[in-house]
């Protein structure tokens, strides 16, 4: 029975989250909730937020205000617990240069405290998963980026959590790896597990996600499925159209077609009056 009231919890709830760095506030009051099995994409352009709110899920960053709750825990309060629920993949990664890549796995289980045969079979399977199996024994210091993105990927995944939490998860990947990543955050979910990934690329989101909150400037601007998201855009509703070009990189180009048509219409007024005195001097 309280399995049966959890479930029915979101897994993830974020209720007025703000995170201010001294004056600056970069994060200024975003609720959102994520259901179990979804995977929920987290859309912004560079600066938006998304980094200093996904660290304040994984519980690396303090909040400022509000609350952050993982399956009904607290990030803030029961630390402990909301983060056995997490699986954290950050954008820049720490990873122990001196440490081989199955070290470093092994390391990673056993601060979860698991070790033995079961978690030796895990280790192997995403080794084999992504290709390192011929690179368990090699010291990290020589592991391309893309590699060190699938060893960490892995060890994110030792300890069996219930919420993906992914910062830029195609970032340095190759298409294989980038396809075995997707492939493995479907096959997460479908078997009950929910991901939140964070993207400044529409195409990811588009590809990926299920839902979509639109951050920007630390608010969130936008929010639903792709389809809801494209219906307010066709009708017009909250100037989707400037939104998406400004996600996927293009507010350098609106910018520059809002400067060319206030120059136009400037010219064409000035032209237009020109030829008005002209009109009149005749
Ligand atoms: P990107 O797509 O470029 O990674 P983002 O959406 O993840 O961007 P954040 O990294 O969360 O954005 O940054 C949000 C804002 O907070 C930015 O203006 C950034 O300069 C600022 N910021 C981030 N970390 C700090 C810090 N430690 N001190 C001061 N300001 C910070």
Redesign the pocket.
């Known amino acids: 029975m309280m399995e049966g009231i959890r479930d029915t919890q979101p897994i993830l709830h974020l209720d007025g989250v703000v995170k201010r760095?001294?004056e600056?506030a970069?994060?200024k009051g975003v609720d959102l909730e994520v259901g179990r099995g979804e995977i929920f994409g987290f859309l912004?352009?560079?600066?938006?937020?998304?980094?200093?709110?996904i660290r304040m899920i994984a519980g690396i960053l303090r909040p400022s205000g509000g609350r952050l709750l993982v399956g009904g825990d607290d990030v803030v309060r029961a630390p402990a617990r909301a983060k056995r629920r997490i699986g954290y993949i950050p954008?820049r990664p720490f990873l122990y240069e001196k440490l081989s890549g199955g070290e470093f796995l092994r390391f990673v289980a056993a601060l979860w405290g698991r070790e033995g045969p079961e978690v030796e079979e895990r280790i192997r399977n995403f080794l084999s998963l992504f290709s390192l199996t011929e690179w368990e024994h090699e010291l990290i210091e020589s592991y391309s980026h893309g590699m060190r993105q699938k060893l960490l990927i892995s060890s994110a995944l030792l300890h069996d959590p219930e919420l993906i939490v992914v910062?830029?998860p195609m970032v340095g990947l190759d298409p294989r790896s980038a396809r075995i990543l997707k492939d493995l955050l479907r096959s997460f979910v479908e078997r009950g597990g929910t991901v939140f990934l964070?993207t400044?690329t529409l195409e990811v989101a588009e590809a990926l996600c299920d839902r979509i909150a639109i951050?920007s400037e630390?608010q969130i601007i936008a929010q639903g499925t792709m389809a809801e998201l494209r219906t307010q855009a066709d009708a017009g509703e909250a100037h989707l159209e400037e939104i998406f070009l400004k996600v996927t990189g293009g507010s350098e180009v609106a910018d520059l077609m809002d400067a060319l048509e206030g120059a136009l219409e400037r010219r064409t007024s000035a032209e237009r009056r020109g030829s008005e005195r002209r009109a009149e001097a005749e």
Do not use: L, M
């Open positions: 760095y001294g600056f970069a994060v912004g352009p560079n600066g938006a937020g998304k980094t200093t709110t954008d910062d830029e964070s400044h951050i630390g």
